[in-house]
């Protein structure tokens, strides 16, 4: 049992999950150093509230991209969650928690017609959730044009109630958007990491060709993780618009890159068949506290961010195709011969 402990933990130490840890770490050590308030915790939390939603829908896209696809469509998704919560409450009467159950399914319905396409009939990930990305977008707008409110003010004054799900403070200090995504990656890890449908998910991403003869519905497995992608995308919505008491239609319009660099930077192979939930939400960390550390410290304005995520998204995947080279394999292994030969 002993051994079997510190083999875990010697295997933790050299994971890619130890590496993200070291470089929140790192955060921490640089940005406190260079302004004390980056360490106060009324104002980290607080910071965390506005990059919690990317947060929550990176864990879900995590599925996506190991099966071997991708989903750049969540940020519309967002927004439709949205004005749809808004749309419904403000002028179909409907009661705030019925509205965001209804955007929540409308959601669903988004993320299954994309996996249809995707699984069923063949067209690449990119190109259906690119075009899901202006349709979901598009009908977004539609929908804030049956409001009685211009689309560009917003519909507000939702009540306090609802405010709360992201408002509320646990032990006075603890935002519960904090709370709800650590439930959520619990959640998610256990799905995609203890359970068969988590396995069948990685055997799709390794060959999915092997997968289906040993049994496994792929076309199916595939779909389903659109489907819970687009599902998080909503939650997430659900999230932001209470956090900021607005509903609009172009909310999350800009997640898109911030996603997919934590996935990606959390471990999960562009081509699919490996990926870690922890990971995913320590790379959502490390990007969330960079957006916040960057403008709060060295005074970059937030116009600027996306370059050094941008930065952070090509040289992981750079790294990873040359270290998978097979010239940089064989220079590694002469490299350790010569230091077992010393």
């Not at 993320?111 to 990930?125: R, T």
């Not at 659900?238 to 990606?264: C, H, P, Q, R």
């Not at 068949?273 to 916040?292: E, Y």
Request: charged residues 10%.
């Amino acid at each position: 049992m002993n051994k079997s402990f510190s083999t875990k933990v010697k295997q933790f130490l050299r994971s890619w999950e130890m590496v993200l840890l070291c470089i929140l770490v790192l955060e921490f050590i640089i940005f406190g150093s260079v302004n004390a308030k980056f360490l106060k915790p009324a104002l980290l939390f607080n910071s965390m509230n506005d990059f919690m939603s990317i947060c929550i829908i990176s864990l879900f896209v995590t599925f996506v991209m190991i099966t071997g696809g991708i989903d750049i469509q969540a940020g519309s998704i967002v927004g439709l969650t949205s004005i749809i919560i808004g749309v419904a409450w403000q002028d179909f009467g409907f009661n705030i928690w019925n509205a965001a159950v209804l955007a929540v399914c409308v959601a669903a319905l988004c993320g299954a017609l994309s996996g249809f396409f995707v699984a069923y009939c063949g067209v690449q990930a990119m190109v259906v959730t690119l075009g899901g990305q202006f349709l979901y977008a598009g009908i977004a707008l539609l929908v804030s044009n049956l409001a009685s409110t211009a689309s560009y003010q917003g519909i507000s004054g939702f009540p306090d109630y609802f405010k709360i799900v992201s408002k509320f403070k646990f032990f006075g200090i603890i935002p519960s958007q904090l709370v709800i995504f650590l439930v959520l990656t619990v959640v998610a890890y256990i799905v995609l990491h203890r359970s068969k449908y988590g396995r069948s998910i990685f055997l799709v991403g390794v060959n999915q060709q092997a997968a289906e003869y040993s049994g496994i519905n792929t076309r199916a497995v595939i779909m389903s993780t659109y489907v819970l992608s687009a599902i998080s995308a909503s939650v997430a919505g659900v999230v932001l618009t209470a956090y900021l008491g607005t509903a609009k239609s172009d909310l999350g319009a800009n997640f898109t890159l911030n996603i997919i660099t934590a996935v990606v930077l959390g471990g999960t192979l562009s081509t699919g068949g490996k990926g870690n939930v922890i990971g995913t939400a320590l790379a959502s960390m490390v990007i969330g506290l960079l957006r916040f550390g960057l403008p709060l410290c060295f005074k970059v304005g937030t116009q600027y961010l996306d370059i050094p995520v941008g930065i952070l998204l090509l040289v992981v995947v750079l790294g990873r195709s040359l270290s998978s080279h097979p010239s940089t394999a064989n220079l590694l292994a002469k490299f350790r011969k010569g230091k077992q030969a010393q």
